[in-house]
């Protein structure tokens, strides 16, 4: 490229400049050494610039940021609203690699000094003709690298490992010495957190289950990498490239089961919207209602639709709210379990209580040196009793909103001195049924059709793609009507 003297720039406004630097890849970032390299380029261009009798008036940096990517260079669009007299850049391409970013630069008719590349001025022609055709050259090199790279790219696809990048948390980085390639095996001391968080998150025991917001300040870390982390297949095996999802070779590591990875995704879907500030489950068979391609939970947004892949079913949420309310009333209508000696949530509760105090006590005997293996069964037999009595707890929950239900009901269709019913509220009482479960909170019917409504909904278009089975369903005896039985 020809230089161009110094002497020869016309005016003393051009040696007025601001300094631009720029590295694709900053390997540094990170570390005590990140932007290292930029810092290099700024003390050559500096140190050009007072060779050359050039004033220096500000210097913009973009590090770890590529020139031909699709992604706007913040330094870059900076340096063009600051409309400069003149660039001063370490070469060229440090300040554009495509044509187009070339042609905003002449659009400014100014000359742009280079460290080690020589001068252009940009305002005449031939200048002009001579960067166009560097950064053509340029283009075409970057074209020729992402074609080897995309060819490199297949082969590891080919052979079902993860592309190359950055060091996913709780796998190990590529090592050239010991032919390890990047996220094929575990790290042995992050690894095991990465376990613990999907374990955590998917425990079946509220009280041993934790938050999301609770491993972000344990570790650290913002709520959106903790969301990101548990929602990353690769860590169950399942790679993605290209938007394609393939199952990665025997040889990588898996951190989780397959199995504890749907379940964790179950529980991000469910809970996950509900988990802001001020936010609540608002629409009944949000969570609870399943997709019938996946089964994952159909969450509402607007409409009812599996989070999981866009593609499976969507369904109104009004049309799948009123069927699921008939339902109920049907569940509610065919109730027999209407004794208050069946609710005994009271004596549960105290069970509990005493369980956790049993547990203390066998904790206090191990630590005042105790064998562990005389404690282990007692403590094993307290751990499945609580299991069942809290299953056993949240049914008689259940139970206990629909008797005070059927409770309210009879007093609004019995006459309160005959006590007997009466015909024409006992032709409304359908409707009654319905009026009262649709007053109550939100999640008290949740509840209700969570104990007894199974509800999937299917691909394709209809009524019939909503199905919904009942999971206790009594037969009522032969002859006797719905209001016999409860009026009985």
């Not at 299917?458 to 919904?468: E, L, T």
Request: with cysteine.
């Amino acid at each position: 490229m020809p230089l161009v003297r110094m002497e020869d720039m016309a005016t003393e406004k051009m040696k007025n400049v601001w300094i631009y630097v720029r590295l694709s890849y900053d390997k540094k970032k990170g570390t005590a050494q990140e932007g290292a390299t930029v810092k290099r380029q700024e003390d050559e261009c500096k140190a050009w610039a007072r060779d050359h009798g050039l004033t220096v008036l500000g210097v913009i940096r973009d590090n770890d940021v590529s020139a031909t990517s699709s992604k706007p260079r913040k330094g870059f669009e900076e340096l063009l609203k600051k409309r400069p007299a003149a660039i001063l850049v370490w070469h060229q391409d440090r300040l554009v690699r495509k044509t187009k970013d070339l042609e905003r630069i002449i659009e400014l008719g100014i000359p742009v000094y280079s460290v080690t590349g020589g001068t252009l001025d940009l305002s005449t022609a031939q200048h002009i003709a001579i960067a166009r055709t560097m950064t053509t050259w340029a283009a075409y090199e970057g074209e020729h690298r992402d074609e080897r790279q995309r060819a490199a790219l297949d082969e590891i696809h080919a052979n079902r490992e993860p592309v190359p990048g950055k060091a996913r948390f709780g796998y190990l980085g590529a090592d050239e010495k010991v032919g390890r390639r990047v996220n094929c095996k575990v790290d042995p001391e992050t690894a095991p957190v990465v376990k613990a968080m999907f374990e955590s998150i998917a425990h079946k025991d509220p009280a041993r289950r934790r938050s999301i917001n609770s491993w972000a300040r344990e570790l650290g870390w913002p709520r959106r990498r903790v969301c990101d982390t548990l929602s990353n297949p690769a860590y169950a095996g399942t790679l993605t490239r290209r938007d394609v999802q393939f199952e990665a070779a025997e040889h990588v590591d898996r951190i989780v089961t397959q199995e504890l990875f749907d379940q964790v995704q179950d529980v991000l879907a469910t809970h996950l919207h509900a988990g802001r500030p001020g936010g609540v489950v608002r629409h009944l068979a949000s969570g609870i209602a399943r997709c019938g391609v996946c089964g994952g939970p159909m969450q509402f947004r607007n409409n009812y639709l599996c989070l999981r892949d866009l593609s499976h079913p969507t369904v109104k949420g009004e049309y799948v709210d009123k069927k699921v309310t008939a339902e109920i009333v049907n569940v509610l209508l065919a109730s027999e379990q209407d004794t208050a000696e069946t609710v005994q949530v009271g004596a549960l509760e105290a069970r509990l209580r005493k369980i956790n105090e049993e547990e203390a006590g066998w904790a206090q005997a191990q630590a005042a040196g105790m064998n562990w293996t005389l404690i282990a069964p007692h403590v094993k037999a307290l751990l499945s009793e609580r299991q069942r009595l809290q299953e056993e707890r949240k049914n008689l929950m259940a139970a206990s909103v629909r008797q005070r239900l059927l409770a309210e009901l009879r007093e609004a269709v019995i006459d309160p001195v005959t006590r007997r019913a009466s015909m024409a509220a006992a032709g409304e009482l359908r409707n009654e049924v319905r009026r009262r479960f649709e007053g109550l909170p939100i999640e008290e019917r949740r509840e209700l059709v969570t104990e007894h409504l199974d509800i999937v909904v299917h691909p394709g278009r209809g009524p019939g793609r909503v199905q919904i089975t009942h999971k206790i369903f009594v037969e009522l005896n032969d002859g006797v009507t719905v209001e016999e039985e409860l009026f009985s």
